[in-house]
């Protein structure tokens, strides 16, 4: 069983930063991608950023410049950097871990959602 466990989110004001984590543990395949989707108010959910474990990143053209994704892999761990954020930012962010494993099986989890509210 795999579980995904965010934190870091909150209010923050337009043009503010917060920094997302999400900590995975069970049984994780060592080659993976792990990432943040956003879910807004009335919208499909959406892919923010994702990065494999070779550490190849993953932008939404939306969060390019603004957004930075990062992991350690010795955790299981993977961060999401939000600056310079918008009320169009406002969401509950999903992480989320896939891969394809041993058995050429393909695998994904999603964790239970932070939320990300930007004040303008």
């Known amino acids: 069983q795999v579980q995904l466990v965010e934190s870091g989110g909150g209010l923050v004001q337009a043009g503010g930063s917060l920094r997302l984590s999400c900590a995975a543990s069970g049984s994780i395949f060592s080659r993976n991608v792990m990432g943040w989707y956003r879910q807004a108010p009335g919208k499909q959910r959406e892919l923010v950023a994702a990065?494999?474990?070779?550490?190849?990143?993953n932008y939404a053209d939306s969060e390019k410049g603004r957004f930075t994704i990062s992991r350690d892999n010795a955790k299981n761990t993977v961060y999401l950097q939000m600056t310079s954020l918008k009320a169009e930012d406002t969401g509950v962010y999903y992480c989320?871990?896939?891969?394809?494993?041993?058995?050429?099986?393909?695998?994904?989890?999603w964790g239970q959602g932070t939320q990300v509210t930007v004040s303008s």
């Open positions: 990065m494999s474990s070779g550490g190849s990143p």
């Open positions: 989320t871990a896939d891969w394809v494993d041993g058995n050429e099986t393909y695998r994904a989890y």
